[in-house]
T-cell receptor, first 114, second 114 residues
Framework: AQSVTQLGSHVSVSEGALVLLRCNYSSSVPPYLFWYVQYPNQGLQLLLKYTSAATLVKGINGFEAEFKKSETSFHLTKPSAHMSDAAEYFC????????????FGQGTRLTINP | GAGVSQSPSNKVTEKGKDVELRCDPISGHTALYWYRQSLGQGLEFLIYFQGNSAPDKSGLPSDRFSAERTGGSVSTLTIQRTQQEDSAVYLCASTRGGGYNEQFFGPGTRLTVL
């Protein structure tokens, strides 16, 4: 069975500082990996996805993530945090193929301090 | 509209009542998913529809939960004899097909069972 672990339910950084949100996955097949962001009272929006192409994936809003098979990790980073980045972030894994059921991590709430 | 829409946005019901939640996917999207987001369980897959194929119901938590998709478009999630533990945000997503296509999420329906 697939699973996702996000280390840290809450992360707080200063504006302009590096953002690092950690995600480790477990999958018996080559995974497809995703990061989604959820702003208050809104649905989820895709930030980026890994689908077995380049291991360094660039997404929207300056975010990127690196797939490291040896570490079973897919950490999300952004060099310089902006106040508008405050939201909840979810890492997800799927087996792909015909049924892209997503298995989500518990989420990490990102707070940006001025 | 261009996005996934869900109705109602909020639903308050009494324990034991039945509720219906509606999802209008993006036009032309053949796959539709329901997820549940709750404080205790995080984001969980419920059910998946793809075209005319039999739905994947593997995530439904009990036989009180059912869903249908009429005409390959609108979907209704029905919860019978609601319980307090059914209180959650129910999210719908649609995508062009399986594989690694992006799932577009609706804003969700917040269900509160008193």
């Amino acid at each position: 069975a697939q699973s996702v672990t996000q280390l840290g339910s809450h992360v707080s950084v200063s504006e302009g500082a590096l953002v690092l949100l950690r995600c480790n996955y477990s999958s018996s097949v080559p995974p497809y990996l995703f990061w989604y962001v959820q702003y208050p009272n809104q649905g989820l929006q895709l930030l980026l996805k890994y689908t077995s192409a380049a291991t360094l994936v660039k997404g929207i809003n300056g975010f990127e993530a690196e797939f490291k098979k040896s570490e079973t990790s897919f950490h999300l980073t952004k060099p310089s945090a902006h106040m508008s980045d405050a939201a909840e972030y979810f890492c997800a894994v799927s087996e792909g193929g015909g049924a892209q059921k997503l298995v989500f991590g518990q989420g990490t709430r990102l707070t940006i301090n001025p | 509209g261009a996005g996934v829409s869900q109705s109602p946005s909020n639903k308050v019901t009494e324990k034991g009542k039945d509720v219906e939640l509606r999802c209008d996917p993006i036009s032309g999207h053949t796959a539709l998913y329901w997820y549940r987001q709750s404080l205790g369980q995080g984001l969980e897959f419920l059910i998946y529809f793809q075209g005319n194929s039999a739905p994947d119901k593997s995530g439904l938590p009990s036989d009180r939960f059912s869903a249908e998709r009429t005409g390959g478009s609108v979907s209704t999630l029905t919860i019978q004899r609601t319980q307090q533990e059914d209180s959650a945000v129910y999210l719908c997503a649609s995508t062009r097909g399986g594989g690694y296509n992006e799932q577009f999420f609706g804003p969700g329906t917040r269900l509160t069972v008193l």
